[in-house]
């Protein structure tokens, strides 16, 4: 199979494998697993341990492609763990996803670990992270979510491989037949939860603590955490949880079972395959580029099954039933911003009214009471909010909102303001990035202080004291589910009492305000409700 994923240049490789080979080979640093020895290695200078390539579940190919994860094989002798396993299989979806592992494989079920060193206590808190990209694209050796300067706050990140695509995501009447569940689909979120169970039942060998995970996740590794928090197969595996841009509302539900196996049969139609055995039977290549033809691969996503999801998450939130844990998420200032740039008709006043009382109808007048469009620029800026509200901003608020509101444990909302660096005369398809602003998934390098993974871009101190300041909120979240320390600004709990305070992450300058724009999320959160044919939640 040809690589359908960009390399990185031999430098990167060098400085952010973690092996630096040239600096003396590192010790021997061996665990003892339920499946049986690994053997990692440290950084240059020996404060971060790791392990790489772990696998938490049997290769799920042959009769296993399209089941729920199986145990992973027991192995004798020492079994290293000093490279990065294979991604799983994906084509190059966005351009700008860079791997440190060799060629995208079915036999993708493995994680890898990063450990502080030297740590006051055994039993260390633990960050289970999710990657994004849509369920179509991402890996645990993206650079940018290495977690060996994160590791040095004094926290274990364990990041696992999940199934993508048409790989992780396929649903089919016959494959719901076969399962004891009565469900197909989502197994790349069985994946996950495959991870959960494996990291407690080993960390504490690694020096972790089981009783104390936190899950976190960016985009479509949000949208992760928020479902985990939501099936009941997760229950009682992670104490705490963090999301990046990314969550579950009434206007972001999971495609229906029954519309997802249809889709699933029209798809093995396409491949001349009428049976399950026949599509079992089919090239792993010849299944990704079919996929890859149907938008880039995002007809395949989560599906509201029955088993992982029992109902829609919407009433699973709504009735109280998630997972009660302390939670941390927000999501960055131009979210949507790209959208609207790529747009060559630009919004006027004349034009965006118009829109409102289209898709509106006879709410388009309170609609452009929080979306004014009074003037040209107004109505640009108005189109922007909109495009970050429509895009994440709105399901993110719903999440963190609903979570807050039913009282029982603490949550945190920030905002990402920071605008980051980029290379002279860089480009995002035809737009200048320094138009972008703080872009979707640009906080990323900052939480896991991973910003000269970018090669040649030009950090200011202002990134990197907003990237210090994130990885201890992040890290203290963990420890404690406070994301509050020594020598941080003060991070006020988003609730009623503090007029649902947000942490505005910029520079020199992080601080807390109370909420903005509380109006357009109820809009939405309202029109949300009556187009799913429901009376809206009371959000005052």
Request: hydrophobic share 40%.
């Amino acid at each position: 199979m040809s690589r359908l994923v960009p390399a990185l240049t031999l430098t990167a490789v060098l400085a952010f494998s973690g092996m630096q080979l040239a600096r003396g080979t590192p010790a021997k640093d061996q665990v003892k697993t339920e499946n049986g020895t690994v053997e990692g290695v440290s950084n240059a200078d020996q404060t971060v341990r790791m392990f790489k390539g772990i696998p938490f579940a049997a290769p799920p190919v042959g009769e296993l492609r399209w089941r729920a994860p199986q145990s992973a094989a027991n192995w004798t002798g020492v079994r290293m763990a000093d490279k990065f396993g294979s991604a799983c299989l994906q084509t190059n979806v966005f351009g700008d996803i860079y791997f440190r592992d060799n060629q995208p494989s079915e036999d993708c079920l493995n994680l890898s670990i990063w450990i502080p060193a030297k740590a006051a206590s055994g039993k260390l808190p633990v960050i289970v992270w999710f990657y994004g990209g849509g369920f179509v694209a991402g890996s645990n050796s993206e650079p940018r979510y290495d977690g060996e300067n994160l590791a040095k706050k004094g926290v274990i990140i364990v990041s696992p491989n999940y199934r993508l695509g048409a790989f992780g995501f396929f649903a089919h009447a016959e494959l719901t037949k076969e399962s004891e569940h009565h469900a197909s689909g989502n197994y790349g979120l069985l994946d996950q939860v495959a991870a959960l169970r494996w990291v407690n039942r080993n960390i504490a060998a690694f020096g972790g603590d089981p009783e104390n995970i936190t899950i976190a996740g960016e985009s479509a590794g949000s949208f992760s955490v928020c479902a985990q928090m939501a099936t009941p197969l997760s229950k009682g595996l992670f104490q705490k949880a963090i999301g990046e841009s990314g969550g579950y509302s009434a206007n972001r539900r999971d495609k229906p079972l029954a519309d997802a196996e249809k889709a699933g049969a029209k798809f093995a139609e396409s491949l001349n395959a009428t049976t399950i055995a026949q599509m079992r039977a089919k090239p792993a290549e010849e299944i990704l580029q079919a996929a890859a033809k149907l938008n880039r691969g995002f007809d395949f996503g989560p599906i509201q099954d029955g088993y992982f999801f029992p109902a829609d998450t919407v009433t699973i939130y709504a009735k109280g039933e998630q997972a009660q844990v302390p939670l941390l998420a927000g999501w960055n200032a131009d979210e949507g911003k790209m959208m609207v740039l790529f747009s060559p008709q630009k919004p006027t006043a004349k034009s965006f009214s118009e829109m409102a009382h289209t898709r509106f109808g006879e709410r388009a007048e309170q609609f452009l009471k929080v979306y004014p469009a009074g003037t040209d620029e107004e109505a640009l800026q108005s189109a922007y909010a909109l495009a970050n509200d429509d895009f994440i901003v709105y399901s993110t608020w719903k999440w963190l909102d609903t979570q807050a509101k039913r009282g029982k444990v603490p949550v945190y909302r920030y905002l990402f303001e920071q605008v980051p660096a980029t290379k002279p005369g860089a480009m995002i398809g035809p737009i200048p990035a320094t138009l972008v602003g703080s872009r979707h998934a640009g906080e990323i390098e900052y939480v896991f202080q991973t910003l000269k993974s970018q090669e040649g871009v030009p950090w200011t101190e202002d990134d990197f004291k907003v990237s210090d300041t994130m990885s201890s909120y992040w890290a203290n979240f963990a420890k404690n589910g406070d994301p509050n320390g020594a020598g941080l600004p003060q991070w006020p709990k988003y609730d009623k009492s503090t007029q649902f305070s947000v942490q505005h992450l910029i520079g020199n300058t992080t601080h807390a305000a109370p909420e903005a724009h509380r109006d357009r999320y109820e809009f939405l959160d309202a029109q949300a409700a009556l187009t799913a044919g429901a009376a809206p939640a009371g959000t005052k």
